[in-house]
């Protein structure tokens, strides 16, 4: 199993936050590959200098610490992401949305948003 994990969650399990319950942490657990996308990094890089999210370390730490792998964004990630239906404005998770579709994982999110777009999902 591939799996790209939204920003929340990777959040989410480095906090061991409840929030994960424990078949979301099982399959991330044992995942073949557990991706997190640069998309994920900018957004906690702009959400630090808003000022509306604090970490005791740097993001690309708690990814390395949790044995994730970076998934960089491609042009045909980018053309992707573009081409989507509008059903969800933000362009973080549209990225995501479009990775997930380009790299055949399935995203792991709370986000109901997602529903609409022909992807696979983990619910949180």
């Known amino acids: ?10 959040l ?5 936050s409840p929030r994960l319950k424990a078949p979301v942490r099982r399959a991330i657990s044992t995942a073949d590959v557990v991706w997190v996308s640069a998309a ?14 604090r970490l005791a370390d740097a993001f690309a730490d708690l990814v390395a610490a949790s044995h994730f792998v970076e998934l960089p964004i491609s042009f045909r990630h980018a053309a992707g992401a573009g081409a989507l239906p509008p059903h969800h404005s933000d362009p973080f998770d549209r990225m995501l949305i479009s990775q997930a579709r380009v790299e055949g994982a399935s995203i792991v999110t709370h986000d109901r948003r997602f529903a609409p777009y022909d992807v696979k999902v983990l619910w949180v």
Request: charged letters at 15%.
């Open 40 to 53: 994920s990094a900018w957004e906690v890089a702009i959400k630090q200098a808003l000022g509306r999210l």
């Open 12 to 16: 989410w399990w480095r906090l061991n």
């Open 1 to 10: 199993m591939i799996l790209l994990l939204d920003t929340h969650v990777v």
